[in-house]
C-alpha cells in the first residue's frame, strides 16, 4: 500500500522471522560471539510497561551486535517458581503450574509481538523439571562443599506469608512482599556459605568498575560491608551462683578501649540469659518481652529514646583493668560481631544516647579539637590525639588502632580481625512452588543427599488449592507418600526434606542454562560456556542492585571453583534501565495511573511504543509516560517509511556516483550514530536518524531526487539504524527497497571516512586582480596548502607560461592572488 499501516506492517513480518530464524546465533566459531541478556520475567501476568522498557533497552545492544556481524545470544525464559502462583492456586482450587503456565504464554505471545529478537529456541522456565533438576544438582556440589548447611536459628518470619524471609527480604522491618511486619521465629533452616565468598565478592569488584553503574557496586560493598577492626576479650567477674565468663566484642575503634565506661550485650542473645544474675533476670525477662513486640522498624529506629537493663554483672577492661557495668540493650545486634560491645559514649552516638538515657560516665579520650560531648550530646567521631588513655596517650587515631592491637595481642586479650555485615544465604522455604531441596533424613544415617542420578526430585502433582495454604510448615509434609522414602544410604525408612528453595537459587544460573538449554549431561554443556560467558550486556532493574546480582556473583564463583567454568564474574558489564512513570509517579493499582501496554500497543502500534521509550531519556533514567508523545512517534515512523517509496534507483546501484551533499550528511549521521549507541546514548541515535529523515526528504523533493543513488543510500541506512528500534516498519522498507528479509541481517553500514569532512569552501584565484580560477577546498586548508593548490592549477600554469611569480597572496581558505614576474 501507500499508506503506512502499522497493522498490516506487524501482521505480514511477524511470521516471516518466524520462519527465518534470523536472531538463532551460528554458534559454530565463525563470527566472534556475544551474549546479551535481559533479566528473565516472572510470569505475574501480562506485560507491563516496565518490561517493554527493559527489554526494548536489551534488544537495542541485541540488534546492533547482529548488524556489526557479531554471532549474539539472547535468549528468553521464566523466573516461573514462587509465591504469587501459589496464592493463585489457593485462591482458585488449583495447581500453580496452571496459572504459571498460562501467564508465560500470554507473556511469550506479547514479547513475540514486541518483536524482541530473541531466540525462541533456547527458552527456558525455572519451574519445569528439565531445568530444576540441574538447580538440584548444583545444591548437591554446594552441600559436597560444604556450602550448604543447615542449622536452627531465628528467623524472619511473616506472620502474614507465613513463610521465612530472608534478611533480604525484609524492608524496613516488614514483608517485602505483603508489608506485615516481620517478627522472629526459631527454625532448622538450610543456609548457602556465602560468607566464605564475601572478601571475593568485594575483589573482583574491581573487574565491574567502569561496566556497572557506580551506584550498584556500592550497594554491593555496603551490602557485603567489610569493616577492619579488632576482636577483644573481656572477662566478666564471678557473681553469686554465676562462674566467671570471657566476653569478646567486635569493635572497629580499639584506640577507643579507655574510653569505655559501660559494656553492652544483645539484649535477645542467649548471653544475655547466662550472663544475668538471679536479682536481674526478672527485668531481663520483662524487657525480652517489650523488645519482642517491637517491630524490626521500631528496634533499629535511630529516633527512639535507648532502652535496656543492667544484667547485674561487671566485665574488666583488659587494659585499664577498670569494672565497667554489663547492660543488656536492643540496640546492640544478635547477629552482628560478637553480639556484645565495649560502649565508649564519648565517640559513639549510639552509647552517648544510651549513657545520657542512664546516667553513665562519659568519658572522652581521643582529643578532637570539638565540644564536650557529654555538654553537647554529640559523640565526636573523628581524629584527633589521644588522651586519658596511658601508653596510647600522644597517638592519633590509626597509629592507636594499631597499638591498641598490638598490646592486646601481646596479653592474649584481643587480635586484629575483619568483620562483615553479609549474612549466610538463608535458602529454605516452608512453600510448595520452588525446588524441593533434595536431601533425605534418615534416623540412622542423618541427612543423604539424593543421589544425582535420581534427579529430579518432582514436585507432586496431587497438592493443590487449600492444601497449599500457609500453616507454618511446608505443605509438602503433607504429601505422605512423596514424603516417604527409602534412606538412599541404608535402605530404610527415611524422609524427605519437605523446604523448597528461595527462587533467587533458580536464577543465579539461569544464564548458564541458556547456553545449551538441552543439555542433558549436566546443568550446561562447558565447552558453549567457555565459548559464550561472561554475559557482554546485563539488562535489568535497578531492585536487583543486590540480591540477585549477589548470588549470581556468588554461584559463578562457586562454579568456577568447581572447575565447571572459566569466568569468574557472570555479567561483564550491566545496564539498569529506568522505570516507566505516569504523572511523575510510580504505576500502581492505589495511585490507578496503570497504563495498559496492550492498549498502547492497539493505538500506536509496537514500532511507536518502542520508539517512545527509547528516545524518551536516556536508557538510565525514567520515563514518564504523560510526557511522552507515542502518536508523534508513529508519525515519524510514517514519515521515514514514505521515503522508501520515493527511491526509484535499483538495488546495488553504486552510491558513489550520488550527491556528494546528502552522501556526507549520511555518513556522518551513521558515524555518529554508531559512536552514540557504544556510548549506551540510545536516545541520542533517534534524534540523529529524525534528522536524517528530515534531510533526505529535503533532498527528494528539491535537491538529489528519488532517482540518486545517494537517496538510496539515505534511506537504506535509515532502515537498517531504525531496525534497532522498530523493527516492523525498518523490515517494510527495506522490502520497499527492494531487498529479501531481514533487515536484521543487513549489515551496519560501512563509513567512509572521506565524507566525513565538512563541506568545501571556493577559493578565487587572481592573477593580477583578474579572478582566473575556483578551487573547492577544505575550510581548514592551510597557507601554503591552498598556495601550492592554486599554483598547480591548469589555468594558472598557463597564463604564467611557466615562469616564477613574482609574489603571491595567500588569504586562506578563500583567496589566493599571483602577481606575476
Ligand atoms: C567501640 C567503639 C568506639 C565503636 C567508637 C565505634 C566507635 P561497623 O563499622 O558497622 O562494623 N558494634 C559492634 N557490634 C555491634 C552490634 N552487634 N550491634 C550494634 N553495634 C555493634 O560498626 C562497628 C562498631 O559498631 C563497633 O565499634 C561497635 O562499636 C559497634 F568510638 O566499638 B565500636
Ligand atoms: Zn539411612
Known amino acids: 500500500g501507500t499508506a503506512y499501516d502499522f497493522r498490516d506492517i506487524e501482521s505480514q513480518w ?229 562462674d566467671e565468663e570471657s566476653v569478646t566484642v567486635f569493635t572497629t575503634r580499639p584506640d577507643t578501649l579507655y574510653g569505655a565506661t559501660f559494656f553492652v550485650v544483645a539484649a535477645d ?45 561487671y566485665a574488666i577492661n583488659p587494659l585499664s583493668g577498670e569494672r565497667l557495668p554489663v547492660w543488656a540493650a536492643d540496640y546492640v545486634l544478635a547477629d552482628y560481631g560478637t553480639g556484645a560491645i565495649m560502649a565508649v559514649p564519648a565517640h559513639d552516638q ?40 596511658g601508653e596510647l596517650d600522644g597517638l592519633d587515631k590509626a597509629a592507636g588502632i594499631e597499638r591498641a592491637i598490638a598490646l592486646v595481642s601481646e596479653a592474649g586479650t584481643g587480635e586484629k580481625t575483619i568483620n562483615y555485615r553479609l549474612r549466610d544465604w538463608l535458602l529454605s522455604r516452608q512453600r510448595f512452588w520452588g525446588t524441593p531441596i533434595p536431601i533425605i533424613h534418615c534416623g540412622d544415617c542423618g541427612e543423604v543427599p539424593v543421589p544425582d542420578e535420581q534427579l529430579p526430585v518432582r514436585l507432586p502433582d496431587n497438592l493443590r488449592g487449600e492444601a497449599l495454604a500457609p500453616k507454618g510448615t511446608s505443605p ?88 565447571l567454568i572459566d569466568a569468574t564474574e557472570p555479567f561483564a558489564a550491566l545496564l539498569n534501565q529506568g522505570q516507566v512513570l505516569n504523572g511523575g509517579k510510580a504505576m500502581s493499582k492505589s495511585l490507578g495511573n496503570g497504563v495498559d501496554l496492550g492498549e498502547q500497543l492497539d493505538r500506536y502500534g509496537v514500532d511507536a511504543v518502542r520508539l517512545t521509550m527509547v528516545f524518551a531519556s536516556p536508557p538510565e533514567d525514567d520515563v514518564d509516560w504523560a510526557d511522552v508523545s507515542p502518536s508523534g512517534s508513529a508519525k515519524f515512523l510514517a514519515r521515514a517509511w514514505r521515503l522508501a517509496g520515493d527511491v526509484t534507483s535499483e538495488p546495488g546501484c553504486d552510491a558513489s556516483a550520488g550527491d556528494t551533499a546528502l552522501r556526507s550528511v549520511t555518513h556522518k549521521a551513521v558515524a555518529e550514530a554508531t559512536e552514540l549507541i557504544e556510548n549506551g546514548k540510545f536516545n541520542v541515535v533517534v534524534a540523529k536518524v529524525m534528522e536524517l529523515v528530515n534531510a533526505t526528504r529535503k533532498a527528494i523533493d528539491s535537491g538529489a531526487g528519488g532517482a540518486d543513488p545517494a537517496t538510496r543510500e539515505a534511506v537504506e541506512a535509515i532502515a537498517i539504524v531504525l531496525s534497532l528500534f522498530a523493527p516492523y516498519t525498518a523490515e517494510d522498507m527495506w522490502a520497499r527497497l527492494g531487498h529479501e528479509p531481514s533487515v536484521a541481517r543487513a549489515g551496519w553500514p560501512s563509513v567512509d571516512e572521506a565524507l566525513l569532512v565538512d563541506e568545501t569552501v571556493t577559493a578565487v584565484v587572481q592573477i593580477k586582480g583578474k579572478v582566473r580560477d575556483r578551487l573547492e577546498v577544505s575550510p581548514e ?15 594558472v600554469q598557463r597564463v604564467l607560461g611557466g615562469e616564477p611569480p613574482r609574489k603571491v597572496i595567500v588569504r586562506a581558505p578563500k583567496l589566493v592572488n599571483i602577481v606575476p614576474a
Open 14 to 242: 511477524a511470521p516471516v522471522w518466524e520462519d527465518l530464524g534470523v536472531f538463532t546465533p551460528a554458534d559454530d566459531g565463525s563470527r566472534e560471539r556475544r551474549y546479551v541478556l535481559d533479566m528473565f520475567p516472572y510470569p505475574s501476568g501480562d506485560l507491563h510497561m516496565g518490561h517493554a522498557e527493559a527489554f526494548a533497552m536489551g534488544d537495542v545492544v541485541a540488534r546492533y551486535w547482529n548488524q556489526c556481524g557479531y554471532d549474539v545470544l539472547h535468549p528468553i525464559g521464566w523466573d516461573s517458581f514462587g509465591l504469587p502462583a501459589e496464592n493463585a492456586a489457593i485462591k482458585r482450587d488449583a495447581h500453580p503450574a496452571e496459572w504459571t503456565y498460562k501467564n508465560i504464554d500470554t507473556q511469550a505471545a506479547s514479547f513475540k509481538r514486541y518483536a524482541i529478537s530473541a531466540d525462541w529456541s533456547r527458552r527456558l522456565h525455572t519451574s519445569d523439571p528439565e531445568y530444576y533438576q540441574w538447580t538440584q544438582w548444583l545444591f548437591n556440589r554446594f552441600y559436597e562443599k560444604g556450602l550448604a548447611y543447615r542449622k536452627n536459628h531465628p528467623v524472619n518470619w511473616c506472620p502474614k506469608d507465613q513463610t521465612v524471609l530472608a534478611n533480604e527480604q525484609v524492608v524496613d522491618g516488614a514483608c517485602e512482599r505483603c508489608g506485615t511486619a516481620v517478627t522472629k521465629k526459631s527454625l532448622n533452616q538450610w543456609y548457602f556459605k556465602i560468607t566464605d565468598y564475601a572478601d571475593r565478592l568485594l575483589e573482583d569488584m574491581e573487574q565491574l568498575k567502569g561496566h556497572w553503574p557506580e551506584r550498584v557496586l556500592t550497594m554491593q560493598k555496603n551490602w557485603i560491608g567489610r569493616s577492619a577492626g579488632a576482636h577483644v576479650t573481656f572477662r566478666v567477674e564471678a557473681a553469686a551462683g554465676r
Open 269 to 313: 542473645a542467649e548471653l544475655a540469659d547466662r550472663l544475668v544474675t538471679d536479682e536481674q533476670a526478672g527485668a531481663l525477662a520483662d524487657y525480652q518481652e517489650r523488645v519482642k513486640a517491637l517491630s524490626e522498624i521500631e528496634r533499629q529506629s535511630t529516633e527512639r529514646e535507648k532502652t535496656g537493663v543492667f544484667t547485674g554483672r
Open 350 to 389: 549510639r552509647d552517648l544516647d544510651f549513657a545520657k538515657t542512664f546516667d553513665l560516665p562519659v568519658r572522652v579520650v581521643v582529643d578532637t579539637g570539638e565540644e564536650d560531648p557529654a555538654q553537647t550530646g554529640v559523640a565526636t567521631a573523628g581524629d584527633g590525639q589521644l588522651i586519658n588513655s
Open 476 to 563: 509438602l509434609a503433607a504429601a505422605e507418600d512423596w514424603v516417604n522414602v527409602d534412606c538412599p544410604s541404608c535402605g530404610g525408612a527415611a524422609t524427605r526434606d519437605t523446604d523448597t528453595m528461595d527462587t533467587f537459587v533458580d536464577s543465579s544460573w539461569y544464564f548458564l542454562r541458556f547456553v545449551s538449554p538441552q543439555y542433558t549431561d549436566g546443568p550446561f554443556d562447558p565447552e558453549a560456556v567457555r565459548q559464550w560467558m561472561p554475559v557482554g550486556q546485563y539488562v535489568g532493574g535497578v531492585e536487583h542492585a543486590i540480591l540477585h546480582l549477589l548470588y549470581a556473583r556468588f554461584f559463578t564463583k562457586v562454579i568456577y571453583d568447581l572447575g
Open 781 to 795: 586548508i592551510s597557507e601554503s596548502e591552498l598556495e601550492a593548490a592554486a599554483m598547480a592549477s591548469p589555468v
